[in-house]
Each structure stands twice: as structure tokens, then as C-alpha cells.
């Protein structure tokens, strides 16, 4: 049975060996044969400071998305709130089709939207504001035109900063305002929708501001095990990948 693939929040780096090792070997052992599609929305990267950061690592993970790429599975990505500076030079190396922030797929007959997530959490006014900037046409253009040992530490504060922010926001905060999951799923005319961000996996049945049942799938992060949502024609499962296997 064919069967669609979704992840996101990897957060990959140089420091944590183990989360690269378990994305490869799950990239490997796909099912080219069965698989239609791998989704990524968003964070694969721990940070992302531009396409010119070129070096062995990021090179490992561009040719094994283009092996399942070339074995016949397309890859598509969606920009997260730690890899939105991921352009077309990484893309084509990775053999990646870059979506929009928001995109509405067939899941076998399903109309579904997907997306990383971040917007959905409105409550957190500071990073709302950034993000708006951030996804601007100017400012990305700003950023990557500066040195790259200066983006370096740029990426490095604000880690820092990000991380002592989190330890203050409340769990309320830093999740998704229901109302905001509801207006998107007006918006965009669905009763199904897929994002990451939260890190906090889950389906969660709830109901849409017309009264209709409607379905919020969250994805899984990657920082102790692997984490995808497989979905076929007759199922939707949050599968996990143990370290080491």
C-alpha cells in the first residue's frame, strides 16, 4: 500500500551525531517502491545560516535527500523557524522541491494543509514580531549579504537568546492559539492540517468554527528518537525511530 511521509523539527547539527545517524538510516530504509512523497515542514536544520555554509556535513545530508530523490520519491520542504534562510542553491543540491509557508496536498482524497507551525502560536507577541520580519522580502536579503563568520555569531546569539526566552514563556505560550488552528482552517477551506513546531506529537479531533469535524495532526521533534506520521490511504499513524536501529 502507498504510503505518504511527513517530518519535521530534526534539528540537525554537527554536535548531535546520533539525531544525523537516525535520519540517514531512516532515509535508507524507505520504501522507494511504496512511498509517494516525503514532506519536511520545517527545522531540519538547527540552524540554517545561509547556502554558502557549505562543508561535509551539510554535504552528507544534501546527497542522501538526492539518493531518495533520484531513487524516485520527491522531497518537498517547508521553511521552519530555524532553517528559513534554506534557499534554491541547497535545494537543488538536496534535490528538495521548496513550498510555501503554507500548502494545501491531496492525502489520498483528503484535502490537508500543511505547514511548520510556528505561526499558529500568536500568544508569543516577541517572536510573532520577528518572524514577521524575518520572512520579509528585505531582511533575509540583509542577513545574507553579511559575512559569514558574522552570521556565525549572529546564529550563536541567538540560540542564547532563544533559550532563555523559552525558559521564561509559559507552556500556554509557546503552543498553538486554537483560534488561530481554526481561522487557517477556514481560510484554506480544510478539515485536516499538519504542522510541526510545538514538538509536542499528537492527533487531535476537535471541531471547526462551523461545527464540522476536523483533525490537527502535530509531528514529533527528533532530539531522543525519530519521529515521523506515515500516512496512507486507510490510516494515519505517528510512528517513532529508536536511536540506534
Known amino acids: 500500500m502507498n504510503q505518504t511521509l511527513l517530518i519535521a523539527d530534526l534539528h540537525l547539527s ?9 535520519f540517514l538510516q531512516f532515509l535508507q530504509q524507505i520504501d522507494t517502491g511504496n512511498t509517494d512523497a516525503l514532506y519536511i515542514l520545517g527545522d531540519l536544520f538547527e540552524v540554517w545560516i545561509g547556502d554558502d555554509e557549505s562543508n561535509a556535513f551539510t554535504r552528507s545530508i544534501a546527497n542522501a535527500l538526492l539518493t531518495l530523490k533520484d531513487s524516485g520519491v520527491p522531497v518537498y520542504f517547508i521553511h521552519g523557524n530555524r532553517d528559513f534562510l534554506l534557499g534554491k542553491k541547497y535545494a537543488e543540491q538536496s534535490g528538495m522541491i521548496l513550498l510555501p509557508q503554507q500548502q494545501v496536498i491531496d492525502l489520498y482524497g483528503t484535502a490537508t494543509l500543511i505547514l511548520h507551525g510556528d505561526e499558529l502560536c500568536t500568544k508569543d507577541l516577541a517572536y510573532q514580531k520577528f518572524r514577521r520580519k524575518a520572512r520579509g522580502w528585505w531582511w ?23 533559550k532563555q526566552n523559552q525558559q521564561q514563556l509559559t507552556q500556554d505560550i509557546m503552543d498553538v492559539t486554537p483560534e488561530e488552528v481554526l481561522s487557517y482552517l477556514a481560510r484554506f477551506n480544510v478539515s485536516h492540517m499538519i504542522h510541526g513546531h510545538t514538538h509536542r506529537p499528537a492527533i487531535h479531533h476537535i471541531s471547526t468554527t462551523i461545527g464540522t469535524p476536523a483533525k490537527r495532526i502535530v509531528l514529533g521533534d527528533w532530539y531522543e528518537q525519530g519521529s515521523l506520521l506515515k500516512v496512507t490511504a486507510e490510516s494515519t499513524e505517528l510512528l517513532s525511530i529508536p536511536f540506534g536501529t
Open 14 to 22: 554537527e554536535t548531535r551525531p546520533d539525531i544525523t545517524h537516525c
Open 140 to 162: 533575509p536579503r540583509l542577513v545574507l549579504a553579511l559575512p559569514l563568520k558574522t552570521r556565525r555569531n549572529i546564529a550563536r546569539k541567538g540560540r542564547e537568546t532563544s
